[in-house]
C-alpha cells in the first residue's frame, strides 16, 4: 500500500490534531466536576462543555478523514461512516468503531439539535465518554507507530 516513509506528513499531521484532542479533553476534565443542577442553571458552563465535546470529536472525524484521504480508503458517505471505513483497514478495532460513530451521532445532536439537547444526555455524556477520546487517540497512534514507526 505505502511505502514506510510516505506516512512522515500524515504522521505530524495527525499528531497536530491528536494534540489539540487531547487539550479539549483536558478542558472537559475540568469541566466534569459540574452537576447536573450546575449545567441547567449556568448557560455559560454548558456552552463550554456543548463546544469543547463538539470540537474534541471534530477532531475525531477530521484525523478520520486524513486517515481515509492518505490511504486512499473508500470514501465515507457521511461523517457516521468514517468509523466504520477505518475499521475495514484495520486502523480502528471494530469495537471502537461502534464507540466512534455513537460520538459522531452525539456530535450530530450538538449540532443539529442544539436548542433542545438533553442536559442529561449532556451530563451523562461528560461523565462516561470522555476516556473514548484517550483511546481513539491510543489507537490512531498505534497504528501509525506499527506501519511507520511516527508518533
Not at 13 to 19: D, H, P, T, Y
Request: aromatic share 10%; charged share 30%.
Amino acid at each position: 500500500m505505502h511505502a514506510r516513509g510516505d506516512f512522515k506528513p500524515l504522521g505530524s499531521l495527525i499528531a497536530a490534531k491528536l494534540s489539540r484532542l487531547k487539550q479539549y479533553k483536558g478542558f472537559l476534565e475540568r469541566l466534569k466536576e459540574a452537576s447536573l443542577g450546575e449545567l441547567e442553571e449556568d448557560f455559560k458552563l454548558r456552552g463550554a462543555v456543548e463546544r469543547y465535546l463538539h470540537l474534541a470529536i471534530e477532531c475525531m472525524i477530521d484525523v478520520g478523514n486524513e486517515m481515509v484521504s492518505a490511504l486512499q480508503l473508500r470514501r465515507p458517505e457521511r461523517y457516521r461512516d468514517i468509523p466504520e471505513v477505518l475499521a475495514e483497514a484495520g486502523v480502528i478495532p471494530r469495537e471502537f468503531a461502534e464507540t466512534f460513530a455513537s460520538m459522531i451521532g452525539f456530535r450530530n445532536l450538538l449540532v443539529h439539535d442544539y436548542a433542545s439537547i438533553n442536559l442529561r444526555l449532556l451530563h451523562e455524556f461528560l461523565q462516561t465518554r470522555l476516556g473514548d477520546f484517550d483511546l481513539f487517540a491510543k489507537h490512531i497512534a498505534s497504528w501509525l507507530k506499527e506501519k511507520s514507526g511516527l508518533v
